[in-house]
């Protein structure tokens, strides 16, 4: 008996399409690290940035800050100094304002330049609505809930001030009522 077997054959060496087929692989791989090394890592756009820069006077050298009232205006002049002297093209305003954010008192920050030597920053602070009083410590905070910063009696202002667990949840809806009915007494109350 005769029987017939499909026989395959095995190819151990690869053929040309396949050979032809990797090099381009291989050269795509290639490319795209020397791509991402020159491009996405920026080594060299930023150091021809910050030489044009100091070349054609287009670093940062000052700052103007507007909209300061309660914050500490030392501690946003330490976060942009350390930028002085670098391109202002290559100035990371979200990060300087992320820094600033997380001041106290400062409910949001918006960075601009004029694109030659100056960043102008524009400050919104939190309004404190009344005085929080926990772990015998005394704080301000804002309509939103949010406790701002600790009670230093060197703004002459008169607050309500609130304790307990609960009262920053409520503390806005009271202080309305009682500002409607504008009555000076209202403001003795704890």
């Known amino acids: 008996m005769k029987t017939s077997f499909n026989k395959k054959k095995f190819i151990f060496f690869p053929t040309s399409k396949i050979i032809k087929n ?36 287009y670093q940062l050298e000052f700052y103007e800050i507007n909209g300061i009232d309660r ?11 350390k930028y002085f002297n670098q391109s202002i093209f290559l100035i990371p305003l979200m990060d300087i304002s992320d820094q600033i954010h997380n001041l106290a008192w400062i409910k949001n920050a918006n960075l601009s330049t004029n694109l ?10 939190y309004e404190p609505i009344g005085l929080y009083f926990f772990n015998g410590q005394t704080f301000y905070f804002s309509k939103e809930g949010k406790i701002i910063d600790k009670f230093e009696n060197i703004y002459d ?14 503390a806005n809806e009271l202080l309305n009522i009682l500002y409607e009915l504008d009555q000076s007494e209202f403001k003795n109350i704890k």
């Open 157 to 170: 202002e008169k607050f309500i001030i609130f304790s307990g667990k609960y009262s920053l949840n409520y």
């Open 22 to 57: 990797l090099l381009i692989f291989i050269t795509i791989l290639v490319f795209l690290y020397l791509i991402y090394d020159e491009l996405i890592s920026k080594k060299q756009y930023r150091e021809f940035l910050q030489e044009f820069s100091a070349k054609y006077n």
């Open 116 to 125: 030659q030597n100056k960043i102008i920053i524009e400050i919104l602070e």
């Open 71 to 81: 914050s500490d205006k030392i501690e946003i002049i330490k976060i942009v100094k």
